[in-house]
């Protein structure tokens, strides 16, 4: 069974640009977690879909948002990006949402 | 904040050494999970315990469970240069709402 992908893994933008970043979960699981990993605040999560609506949300703003399509797989997208974006993002999928999380290698976004 | 605290911060031992990594939380969980990651990759899962389990073995890590203490352990016995890697723990007690530690980042000398 093939794992969580992430494209792009790496990704080179400027302040001001908006950038898209796809994940696509284990067949079957319908549950897609965003996180956003930095030296300085470790892991935090960022929001979760399942079955196409977004169930959580942690406390970024609102330049920080996603969506999942029929198939699970799931975008998300920041806007007027700020130098303090720069960092792994990591998606995760299980099936329900209270189980195992997959963690996909994480997209690298750099903000110049 | 919820967020998990893992402790200690860094722990360096020799191969073959045990290496025990702490996890302390604040509020009432569901689960606790305890994840690994190498170097600035996407981590990967080691074990889920449930709040009503206090003990789970999977090879060579051992994870328990103290939820009056709302603390849990991870060993690892017989460490391996190749466990060299940041270790996580992940609480939920909120439906799929997870909060990761800062980590600890164990260095196992060969």
């Known amino acids: 069974k093939a794992g969580v992908t992430q494209t792009p893994r790496y990704l080179i933008k400027t302040r001001g640009q908006q950038v898209t970043l796809s994940c696509s979960p284990i067949s079957g699981h319908r549950s897609v977690s965003w996180y956003q990993q930095t030296p300085g605040q470790g892991l935090q999560f960022l929001f979760e879909?399942?079955?196409?609506?977004?169930?959580n949300k942690g406390n970024f703003p609102g330049r920080f948002s996603g969506r999942q399509f029929s198939n699970s797989r799931s975008e998300m997208n920041v806007s007027t990006l700020e130098l303090g974006d720069s960092a792994l993002y990591l998606c995760a999928s299980s099936r329900s949402g209270t189980d195992t999380q997959y963690f996909g290698p994480g997209t690298r976004l750099t903000v110049l | 904040s919820q967020q998990g605290e893992e402790d200690p911060q860094a722990l360096s031992i020799q191969e073959g050494e045990n290496a025990t990594m702490n996890c302390s939380y604040k509020?009432?969980?569901?689960?606790l999970q305890w994840y690994r990651q190498n170097s600035g990759r996407g981590l990967v899962h080691l074990i889920l315990i449930r709040s009503n389990e206090r003990e789970k073995h999977s090879g060579r890590l051992r994870v328990t469970l103290d939820t009056s203490k709302k603390s849990s352990s991870l060993l690892i016995t017989a460490s391996r240069a190749a466990d060299t890697a940041s270790y996580f723990c992940?609480?939920?007690?909120?439906?799929?709402?997870?909060?990761f530690g800062s980590g600890t980042k164990l260095n196992v000398k060969p």
């Open positions: 879909y399942f079955s196409e609506t977004q169930r």
């Open positions: 509020t009432s969980i569901n689960n």
């Open positions: 992940a609480t939920d007690n909120n439906f799929n709402k997870f909060y």
